[in-house]
Structure formats: C-alpha cells, structure tokens
C-alpha cells in the first residue's frame, strides 16, 4: 500500500522512487510534508511523483525519472496546472527533475527552455534538472538559480 501523505521534522526528508531520489536538508527541524502525487492526490492523469511542502509556505514539484525527461516536464507541467485549478499554490513554488541523464539535443534543450519560461512566468517557479542523487537545500530549489 502506497503511504499518499507523511509529516516529518526530520533532518534529511527523503522522496524515493524507482531508484531515483532526492533529499532536502532541514536542519532547523521544521515542518516538511512528503504528498505522493501520481497515484495519491491525482488519479488517472499525468502528474508528477511527489509534492514536498515545508512549512506550508514553500512547495516543491518532484519527478524522479530515468531518461525520459520531455515526458518528466509534461509530468510537472500537468502537476501545476492541477495545482493551480484547485488552488494548492503556496507563496513559493518550485520544480525539481531528478533523472538518469538528460538529454542533451537542441531540440530538448529548446523544450526545457520553453518550459522553465512558461513556469516562471505563469507560477513564478524555477524548474531544476539534475542527475543523481543529491542532497538540496530548500532556498536553492525555490531560487532561479538554483539548486547548488
């Protein structure tokens, strides 16, 4: 049975799936809540994989995965709309792709482009990609340039 919702004040908050994942530091021990979206808060639709909430002020949009990362924007894209329409933007929003490898063709680097504007301009959210497993630091993510 997939657990759809965890709070947590841990110091390192862990979202896992397929082998992929990503950690958000929280040193100071505050609220962070881990929301499994495909599958949990959306059915039977395109979605991304988790929703990281700290504080209830900063959401952060997860995908973990392998290549396929053109699938994986239309995954966060999707993700924000339905946020959006049911009115769960926080004051800060953000995108993170955790992935194998991304490519590195012209043609995709145009689509991640195109994508990171419509984000920032429509959610004032900065879409990440990166490879491997790293630990984040949440004020990186939700910054522009971010996430290191």
């Not at 991304?48 to 700290?54: P, T």
């Amino acid at each position: 049975m997939i657990e759809c919702y965890t709070k947590t004040k841990a110091s390192k908050v862990l979202v896992q799936e397929r082998g992929k994942s990503a950690v958000f530091l929280n040193p100071e021990r505050v609220d962070f809540f881990r929301v499994k979206f495909d599958g949990c808060l959306v059915k039977n639709a395109v979605a991304c994989d988790w929703l990281v909430i700290r504080q209830a002020t900063d959401n952060i949009l997860v995908e973990l995965k392998g290549t396929d990362v053109e699938h994986a924007l239309e995954q966060i894209e999707a993700a924000f709309e339905y946020m959006a329409r049911e009115k769960l933007l926080a004051d800060k929003n953000a995108a993170l792709i955790v992935c194998s490898r991304p490519h590195r063709t012209p043609k995709f680097s145009s689509k991640l482009q195109k994508a990171r504007a419509r984000l920032s301009e429509r959610y004032k959210a900065p879409l990440h990609v990166v490879t491997a497993r790293h630990e984040f630091i949440v004020d990186r993510v939700m910054s522009q340039t971010g996430p290191f």
